[in-house]
T-cell receptor
């Protein structure tokens, strides 16, 4: 089944403790992206990647890192999480190396930083 | 950068009613998608519709790219249609960023 998977689905952590949220897709898509969703603000793009070893900042990249060593994986790294990073996070992928094709979303990761 | 505005922000309807949701964007786009976020938080693809009209069951969408808007029509609403509807566009002028509208929250009453 074609899908985007994220792990973990739920995470509660404390300020400053490094964490990684994994994202994997099995559709051989070039473009992958991370979003955060906050009440009243909708979804905002954090980082995106147009292909392996190519990443770029979205609208809210501060406090996050990403890497794209393999086509299928695009982990989101919070090196020193803070309470303002408490949010619902989505990973997405689409075919082509640009953002203009149909995007497919993972199930979301609900992160709470205490 | 491109602005994406959705209206109305909230909509409460009786089951069986029809509704039209609107997405306005401030500049040219070559990608527009409509999503439904269900009460469990899942984002479900509805339409990939940079231009033209598409239909899928009770739902249809029309994008008029030259006039910078898209409409999502829901006919004969059901309680399972409740949730938040988002449109998202590809900002051609800002590398390959994707911009979401803030959504329309739809509540269908039984």
């Amino acid at each position: 089944e074609a899908q985007v998977t994220q792990n973990p689905r739920y995470l509660i952590t404390v300020t400053g403790k490094k964490l990684t949220v994994t994202c994997s897709q099995n559709m051989n898509h070039e473009y992958m992206s991370w979003y955060r969703q906050d009440p009243g603000l909708g979804l905002r793009q954090i980082y995106y990647s147009m292909n392996v070893e190519v990443t770029d900042k979205g609208d809210v990249p501060e406090g996050y890192k990403v890497s794209r060593k393999e086509k299928r994986n695009f982990p989101l790294i919070l090196e020193s999480p803070s309470p303002n990073q408490t949010s619902l996070y989505f990973c997405a992928s689409s075919s082509g190396s640009s953002g203009y094709n149909e995007q497919f979303f993972g199930p979301g990761t609900r992160l709470t930083v205490l | 950068g491109i602005q994406v505005e959705q209206s109305p922000p909230d909509l409460i309807l009786q089951e069986g009613a029809n509704s039209t949701l609107r997405c306005n964007f401030s500049d040219s786009v070559n990608n527009l998608q409509w999503f439904h976020q269900n009460p469990w938080g899942q984002l479900i693809n509805l339409f990939y519709i940079p231009s033209g009209t598409k239909q899928n069951g009770r739902l249809s969408a029309t994008t008029v790219a030259t006039e910078r808007y898209s409409l999502l029509y829901i006919s004969s609403s059901q309680t399972t249609d409740s949730g938040v509807y988002f449109c998202a566009v590809h900002d051609m002028n800002r590398d390959d960023k994707i911009i979401f509208g803030k959504g329309t929250r739809l509540h269908i009453l039984p």
